[in-house]
Nanobody, 121 residues
Framework: QVQLVESGGGLARAGGSLRLSCAASGRTYRSEVMGWYRQAPGKGREMVAVIRWAGDYTYYEEAVKGRFTISGDGAKNMVYLQMNSLKPDDTATYYC??????????????WGKGTLVTVSS
């Protein structure tokens, strides 16, 4: 099992920035990729950004490209999401996730409990 704990959510103004952190523990060697997903009120969960622990690729949802940056520190088992130029549409609960290289087709295997991000206009 892999345990994931998010932190760093909160309230920000439009145009502002927040940095989310995710601490991974347990059998982290089972997970080859880490990701951030989000779920806005009344909407389904959507992928935001994914990174491979090896650091050789990242993947972003179109709406956050150029504004959000995912990064990881394998030595510390930490994954981060730097969110700049925030918009009210970014308001959502953000979830940290972990999975295998087939995450795109099979989905992620492990999930955190989420951290709420609220962006005011």
């Amino acid at each position: 099992q892999v345990q994931l704990v998010e932190s760093g959510g909160g309230l920000a103004r439009a145009g502002g920035s927040l940095r989310l952190s995710c601490a991974a523990s347990g059998r982290t060697y089972r997970s080859e990729v880490m990701g951030w997903y989000r779920q806005a009120p009344g909407k389904g969960r959507e992928m935001v950004a994914v990174i491979r622990w090896a650091g050789d690729y990242t993947y972003y949802e179109e709406a956050v490209k150029g504004r959000f940056t995912i990064s990881g520190d394998g030595a510390k088992n930490m994954v981060y999401l730097q969110m700049n130029s925030l918009k009210p549409d970014d308001t959502a609960t953000y979830y940290c996730s972990a999975g295998g290289l087939n995450w795109y087709s099979l989905g992620m295997d492990y999930w955190g409990k989420g951290t709420l991000v609220t962006v005011s206009s």
